[in-house]
């Protein structure tokens, strides 16, 4: 197994890995991960010092900090895991790794997902989309005052997994109801798998055409060559999985999302689930190699988002963070939204957006009377999200907020909007260079102590973001890197420098660099 041993330059500190880990990083003495479950989310088997270091492979390892050294072994015999040092700095380290490993793609996502706020109905459907509350949803945005922007109908609303094709009793007139959210200013996208549900008439057809991944400890039976389909369980039941490795299996699902797009006007599609866990359960030999394949065949539909990937950095996909609760700490609350926001940037995922605005976990989210629902951090939720560069809403904010809260959360929309050309420049020279477009302050300010500055951001190097991430706060120290900063409220201030600064519920904290 190979094995690949640094000792640690005096301070040096590193990130990378996996995504969902933001909150640890940079990783603290005695850390340890496994890159064959990065949790959900995104990973990239990618390391960066702020020493101008990196170390990668193109396959999975287990990493460990401690000891003054950083060990990483490969999970296969063979596997090689490389580095480069001599790179000067974090922002140094990643040029240079991103331009020798994953050259940017030079295209972007649908500008859309970044001018304006995304809206999915998840919260308000769950497994029981239906034509007439999707329409619902999108005039009563409209009437608030919200602007119109990508509209996601998400899980149940087609017959089978695999199936993708409305549910008749649900959507009587699929093709009508997107031409009137069309006449709305929306752009609509439709969620999906690659897993196909077991006994359906698609299963059946895809198990006798052999694209299906198949039990190969199997004899006789359906499914072609090498056994019959093998079913695993997901988080919504047992189900089977579409060969995303063979070209046939990739044209018949590509057919069927043409036909939505040419027959019913869809624009776009969540990609979702590819977990490679779930890929190891169906006996894959090499379950990353199907993740990656699923994100590869997103890169054909310029509306797209991902929750998992591997080996993305570079591709033109909208990365989401892993669906988080109704909470402020842990690693599914609020304040490791811009930890994992940075560790996004720093994995090369430069297209990101936080999860729904409030969390997307629908075990977590508001019942009809409200119970166990916080509005504050909705509200706080919504400024986090304003600033990153895309923001996406699910819980109807009418339907959980007070009048003087939904007008705080209508501006965090409308700021999105307001700055939306900057955020379409950022996310222009990121498809062209693969610099992120939101950055640590070690990134931009190196070697001056900022390393753990993990509840603020930077839009480019001249935009300063400063939420509020603690519950009850109502104002926040904030670093000043060297300059001088004019705030929002007209405030200016020379850095280097630590300030105190009040944020009050309807206040988002952020400076412009003079």
């Known amino acids: 197994m190979t094995t690949l041993e640094l000792p640690l330059l005096d301070g040096e500190r590193w990130w990378g890995g996996a995504v969902a880990e933001g909150r640890h990083m940079p990783y603290p003495d005695g850390y340890t991960f496994d890159l064959r479950d990065v949790l959900a989310n995104q990973g990239m088997p990618l390391l960066l010092s702020d020493r101008g270091r990196w170390v990668h492979s193109d396959r999975t390892f287990t990493?460990?900090?401690?000891?003054?050294?950083?060990?990483a072994h490969a999970h296969e015999a063979g596997a090689v895991i490389e580095h480069g040092e001599g790179h000067g700095d974090l922002r140094g380290a990643y040029r240079h790794a991103i331009t020798r490993h994953y050259p940017p793609s030079g295209t972007m996502p649908d500008p859309l997902l970044f001018t304006a706020p995304q809206y999915n109905l998840w919260i308000e459907t769950v497994f029981e989309p239906t034509q007439e509350k999707v329409l619902t949803y999108a005039e009563r945005l409209l009437a608030e005052g919200f602007p119109p922007g990508v509209l996601m109908i998400d899980d149940r609303w087609s017959n089978d997994y695999g199936d993708w094709t409305f549910h008749p009793g649900r959507f009587p007139d699929p093709a009508g109801m997107v031409a009137r959210l069309h006449r709305l200013g929306f752009k609509v996208m439709l969620w999906l798998v690659p897993y196909v549900t077991p006994d359906s008439p698609t299963a059946r057809q895809l198990g006798d055409q052999g694209l299906l991944v198949r039990d190969t400890e199997t004899g006789a039976g359906g499914g072609g060559a090498g056994g019959r389909a093998k079913v695993a369980w997901w988080w919504n039941g047992w189900s089977a999985g579409l060969d995303l490795l063979d070209p046939r299996a990739r044209a018949w699902l590509t057919g069927r999302l043409e036909a939505l797009r040419d027959d019913i006007g869809i624009d776009g599609f969540k990609f979702d689930g590819g977990d490679a866990p779930w890929w190891r359960a169906l006996g894959c030999a090499d379950p990353e190699a199907y993740t990656h394949a699923w994100n590869l065949f997103g890169t054909d539909w310029p509306l797209n988002e991902f929750r998992d990937a591997w080996r993305?950095?570079?591709?033109?996909?909208?990365?989401?963070?892993?669906?988080?609760?109704?909470?402020?700490?842990?690693?599914?609350g609020l304040d490791s939204?811009?930890?994992n926001a940075l560790a996004q940037s720093l994995t090369g995922h430069a297209f990101s957006c936080p999860d729904m605005i409030g969390g997307g976990e629908f075990r977590f989210v508001p019942s009809e009377d409200g119970e166990g629902f916080d509005e504050e951090l909705f509200v706080r939720y919504a400024q986090i999200a304003a600033l990153f560069p895309m923001m996406q809403f699910s819980a109807a904010p009418w339907r959980v907020l007070s009048p003087e809260n939904l007008a705080i959360v209508r501006a965090a929309a409308r700021l999105h909007t307001e700055l939306a050309p900057e955020i379409l420049a950022l996310a222009a020279h990121a498809a062209a260079t693969g610099e992120p477009v939101q950055r640590p302050l070690e990134w931009a300010f190196p070697h001056r102590g900022y390393a753990a500055v993990t509840d603020q951001f930077l839009l480019g190097d001249g935009l300063m973001v400063a939420p509020v991430v603690t519950k009850g706060a109502v104002g926040r120290e904030v670093v000043i890197p060297p300059g001088t900063w004019l705030a929002d409220d007209g405030r200016s201030y020379t850095g280097p420098a630590t300030v105190w600064v009040d944020a009050p519920l309807a206040r988002l904290p952020y400076l412009r660099k003079q």
């Open 312 to 332: 993305a950095a570079g591709l033109p996909l909208a990365q989401r963070q892993q669906d988080k609760y109704h909470l402020w700490e842990g690693r599914f």
């Open 337 to 339: 939204l811009i930890p």
């Open 63 to 71: 990493f460990t900090l401690s000891g003054g050294r950083l060990t």
